[in-house]
């Protein structure tokens, strides 16, 4: 059973940091691209970043380019979202995707969640 587990978030003040880590487990990911997501309430969910597992290539999001770097750790198969410079409009639920590279688009599998918030 395919599982991606999210942590990592909560509560911070603008121009803070958060990591936000998923664990992925249940099967081989070395041919697809791991992603975040988000999606703040009453907006579509919209994509952050995405890694290939094999190679590391990054993309982002131009709301997040120079502030939020996505990695991963194939040996504990680990993907990371080092978020920095937290602004109040990145408060959202995030997510942890697994999908079709390079942009993990289409998205085979998702995470449950978790909540970033970010006050002013």
């Known amino acids: 059973q395919v599982q991606l587990v999210e942590s990592g978030g909560g509560l911070v003040q603008a121009g803070g940091s958060l990591r936000l880590s998923c664990a992925a487990s249940g099967r081989t990911f070395s041919n697809y691209a791991m992603g975040w997501f988000r999606q703040a309430p009453g907006k579509e969910r919209e994509f952050v970043a995405a890694i290939r597992w094999n190679g590391g290539s990054t993309y982002d999001a131009n709301s997040v380019k120079g502030r939020f770097t996505i990695s991963r750790d194939n040996a504990k198969n680990t993907m990371y979202l080092q978020m920095n410079s937290l602004k109040p409009e990145d408060t959202a639920v995030y997510y942890c995707?697994?999908?079709?590279?390079?942009?993990?688009?289409?998205?085979?599998?998702w995470g449950q969640g978790t909540q970033v918030t970010v006050s002013s």
């Open positions: 995707a697994a999908g079709l590279p390079p942009r993990c688009n289409p998205v085979v599998y």
